[in-house]
Nanobody
Framework: QVQLVESGGGLVQVGGTLRLSCVASGHPSDIDAMAWFRRAAPGQSGDLVAAVTRDGHNTYYSGSAKGRFTISRDNAKNALYLQMNSLKPEDTAAYFC???????????????WGQGTQVTVSA
């Protein structure tokens, strides 16, 4: 079992930046792809924001994230990051670090979820 702990969320103004971090523990050597999901409200389904392959060479971004967010990972530190620039009010959500099984896509299914970190963008 892998445990994921996110940090870096907070309150930021429109146009601001935040950098989310996630550290994995437990059996990090078992981790394949990783990704960030977000949920705008409790009970809603999570939306995939960005994903990265195990070697970090290939990435995926949702349409809303493309050009503004950058996903990266440091396998030596068992860490995943999400650099978020030009933040908009619609980016307000709880952001979750996840591990994934890969297949035809980078993140075919989620295998572990973090507890989430809240990002709030004020107008």
């Amino acid at each position: 079992q892998v445990q994921l702990v996110e940090s870096g969320g907070g309150l930021v103004q429109v146009g601001g930046t935040l950098r989310l971090s996630c550290v994995a523990s437990g059996h990090p050597s078992d981790i394949d792809a990783m990704a960030w999901f977000r949920r705008a409200a409790p009970g809603q389904s999570g939306d995939l924001v960005a994903a990265v392959t195990r070697d970090g060479h290939n990435t995926y971004y949702s349409g809303s994230a493309k050009g503004r967010f950058t996903i990266s990972r440091d396998n030596a530190k068992n860490a995943l990051y999400l650099q978020m620039n030009s933040l908009k009010p619609e980016d307000t959500a709880a952001y979750f670090c996840v591990t994934c099984m890969s297949g035809g896509r980078i993140c075919v299914s989620v295998t572990n979820w973090g507890q989430g970190t809240q990002v709030t963008v004020s107008a």
